[in-house]
């Protein structure tokens, strides 16, 4: 199992709370990751608007230049035909006649290209009442296509992040419930004179408020990160130097549990990023890794770079499921550590801009 984190020269992902707008380049939370925000710039944005107008107005005169031509032409005939005196008298009749059969075709034509955004308004309707995950069909217009699209991906967004906060919810309750249910037994126990009040239970219960302090402080970490306010200290940073010193951190865990913990690296990296931030999220993976990986296994540090990204990764022999694309997600048994994989999870996208200073140190 392998899990890590990317850290790119250059990415934004910003966002704001809807209802409050997205403007200039606040990234919206339903986008793809995959997908650039804002998807054009205001200038091409207006270059497709005009250019929708322009089509617009050409079938509007295409229309006009058809049925006067049609008109004309009819006249042309009956006049031939039928005389002066006899087109005199039938002409306005057959005018009107020609009016109402292009005004029906018209009407039916606007129905079809207007199909798709009434299709479009219904599901708006539906994902306000909650229903997010509604889809509507692409067709129609090149335009209305690619605004079918957009919301699609928006709607299936809303349902992914919908479900991942109610899962969030779950799991942050029965972690809070955790370390106080084992603070009130004690202190009951004690004041009911079941237990003694010595140091091995004041212990017990100093043990459970730090760790009670670690959950408040990774949900703050998270409430942070998710409005994009979290602060970053950028500085010049050896990643490899940083990723070791956390690893040797680790070392006496991993010996008792007799697991090899090691890093990999090329060469040395120097990034402008925030070392504490960096040094939390690799934290929480050596951590779960270890705490997952049977006795005799390995867990590898490893760090690569590309042309313009540096990603760590923490592979490890144990039997964690891979949620997300790169980071591990614990199984559903392991709830103890899901608050700070979300926090984990969290963090890479918020640490935005990690630019790198040494490229030749990277070959």
């Known amino acids: 199992m392998a899990s890590g984190i990317a850290l790119p020269t250059e990415r934004h992902r910003q966002w704001g ?11 919206p939370p339903w986008w793809p990751d995959g997908e650039a925000w804002p998807p054009q710039d205001p200038q091409a944005s207006r270059a497709i608007s005009r250019r929708f107008m322009r089509r617009a107005a050409l079938f509007v005169l295409l229309f ?15 006049g031939t035909l039928l005389g002066e005196q006899v087109l005199t008298a039938v002409l306005p009749a057959i005018a009107v006649l020609i009016g109402l ?11 079809r290209a207007a199909a798709p955004l009434g299709d479009l308004i219904e599901a708006s309707g539906r994902v306000e009442a909650g229903e997010f995950g509604a889809q509507v069909g692409v067709r129609g ?6 605004l079918a699209r957009a919301f699609n991906a928006m709607s299936a967004r809303l349902a992914e992040d919908t479900a991942d906060r109610r899962l969030l919810l779950a799991d942050v309750s029965h972690e809070l419930r955790t370390p106080l249910t084992i603070i009130q037994g004690n202190v009951e126990g004690m004041l009911d004179g079941l237990y003694p009040a010595d140091v091995r ?3 017990r219960i100093l043990a459970e408020t730090r760790q009670l302090e670690r959950l408040v402080e990774d949900l703050r970490t998270l409430s942070l990160a998710d409005a994009g306010a979290l602060p970053l200290h950028r500085e010049p940073t050896d990643l490899v130097a940083l990723a070791t010193d956390v690893v040797g951190g680790f070392e006496p865990q991993a010996a008792g549990d007799g697991v090899v913990l090691t890093v990999e690296a090329d060469a040395s990296c120097v990034l402008d990023l925030d070392p504490r931030r960096v040094r939390q999220v690799l934290g929480n993976l050596v951590s779960n890794a270890l705490r997952h990986t049977p006795a005799g296994r390995r867990v590898i540090v490893a760090i690569r770079a590309t042309a313009d ?11 964690g499921r891979g ?8 199984a559903s048994t392991r709830r103890a550590t899901i608050l700070r994989w ?22």
């Open 141 to 146: 217009p090149r335009e209305i296509r690619a």
């Open 342 to 363: 979300t926090v984990t999870r969290c963090l890479p996208d918020s640490a935005k801009g990690m630019r790198q200073l040494n490229k030749q140190s990277m070959a």
């Open 64 to 78: 006009i230049l058809l049925v006067a031509s049609v008109v004309v032409g009819l006249a042309w005939l009956l």
């Open 17 to 27: 709370p809807p209802g409050r707008g997205w403007g200039g380049r606040r990234r």
């Open 309 to 319: 990204t540096v990603e760590l990764t923490v592979s490890d022999t144990g039997s």
């Open 201 to 203: 239970h004041l212990e």
């Open 101 to 111: 059969v292009l005004v029906i075709r018209l009407v039916r034509g606007i129905g």
């Open 323 to 330: 949620h997300g694309g790169s980071l591990p997600f614990p």
